[in-house]
Each structure stands twice: as C-alpha cells, then as structure tokens.
C-alpha cells in the first residue's frame, strides 16, 4: 500500500513569494490533515478535511494560508505572501474512519529568506 | 496548562531502558500516541494506548497511563542506537484532532 506523497520536498523562497504544497493521501482515506512543524517544536494542526469538507481550520491563518480538497482526495495548501516565520516543515497525513492512526507524509521543508 | 509538555533532552547507553515522559492536557482525550521521528523524516506511529488502560506492551515498548495525573510516558527496553530519534508524544481531541507534545530528543550512545 502507497503511503502519503507530498511534494515538493524542499522548497526556498523569498518573504513576499507565494508558494504552493500538494499532498496524495492513502487510496481511501477521508479525513487529510495538513500540520505545521517549526523547527524545535512539535506539529500543529493547520487544517482538516472530511472528504471535500472542512472540519477544522481554527489554527490556519487565514489571511494568508489556504487550503483545498476539490475532489476529496489529493489537496494543496498555498501561503500567498510567505513571511519569515512561516519557515517549517508542512506535514500531511491521512486516516481512515476504520483505524485509529494518522499516517504522515514525508513532509516538505520551507525556507523563506 | 495549555501545552502538552515533554523533557526536551534524554541520553542513554546502548542495552539501558529509556524512559520518555509526557504530561498531557485533556482529560477527556480518547487516545494517547507515541510518534518518533528521524532525521529528515514524517513521523511513524509507534504504539497508541485507549484512555481506559493503563498499560500496553509491545515488544521492546511498554506505555504507562495516569489519568488521575494526565502523565504518560514510554519506556523503550534494551535501548539500541537506531532508537536514536525525536520522540512526540500526542493527545486525540475533538474530530480526531492530534495535539503534540514538544518532543523528547533520544540520544543513544554505543
């Protein structure tokens, strides 16, 4: 069974920039998260989706942070303009309704300059 | 408190026990994981324990559960290099939602 693909992998832009992750989650699974991880620190719940819906997104800064799911599966998560701060790893991961684990993604490491 | 709290550092001997402690902050929290994570690496779930036990063995990893303390910690027996990581402990609230803890980086000496 595939695991959860994210890419890119590694990513470098300048403060102001726009940026844009994208994320496959396992064949199946509704509910995809997005985290934040900043370097130090454990992850934080950006967004969560059941199918194409959003259940959570309490912590995502809206202002400049989006996500989507169009067809309940794949989904991307773009920062337009990236700032300093938002340098981290952007983990995403997937469950299903019949287990009771989130499996990660490799996750793609941000650098804003 | 807030946060889920984790010791940041732990050292150990390779053949020693680790012990990893969390305090967590939902009493009402379901589940309890384990996720370690290596270098450059998403995380891999570990061992998991319902909030109706008090304790799970599997293999090398023993989890122990206080309710009463919201206290939960991980001991790894016979400790091996390849244990050398960052270990988060983690507390399922509302929707499924995971908060983590700070992360306990596991050192492993030979």
């Known amino acids: 069974e595939a695991g959860v693909a994210q890419s890119p992998r590694y990513k470098i832009i300048e403060k102001r920039q726009s940026v844009a992750f994208w994320c496959n989650p396992i064949s199946g699974h509704a509910t995809l998260y997005w985290y934040q991880q900043i370097l130090g620190q454990g992850p934080k719940l950006l967004i969560q989706f059941q199918n194409n819906g959003v259940v959570d997104d309490s912590q995502l800064p809206k202002d400049r942070f989006s996500a989507e799911r169009l067809k309940g599966v794949d989904s991307t998560l773009k920062i337009q303009p990236a700032k300093l701060e938002d340098s981290a790893v952007y983990l995403c991961?997937?469950?299903?309704?019949?287990?009771?684990?989130?499996?990660f993604g490799p996750g793609t490491r941000l650098t804003v300059l | 408190g807030e946060d889920v709290e984790q010791s940041l550092f732990l050292s150990v001997r390779e053949g020693d026990s680790s012990v990893i402690n969390c305090t967590y902050t939902?009493?009402?929290?379901?589940?309890l994981y384990w996720y370690k994570q290596e270098p450059g690496a998403g995380l891999q779930l570990l061992t998991y324990?319902?909030?109706?036990?008090d304790m799970k063995q599997d293999q090398r990893l023993t989890v122990l559960l206080n309710k009463k303390d919201k206290h939960l910690s991980l001991r790894i027996a016979d400790t091996q290099t390849g244990d050398s990581a960052i270990y988060f402990c983690a507390e399922k609230q509302d929707f499924q939602k995971l908060v983590f803890g700070t992360g306990t980086r596991l050192l492993v000496s030979p």
């Open positions: 991961a997937s469950s299903s309704a019949e287990y009771n684990e989130q499996f």
């Open positions: 939902d009493s009402s929290s379901t589940y």
């Open positions: 324990i319902f909030s109706n036990m």
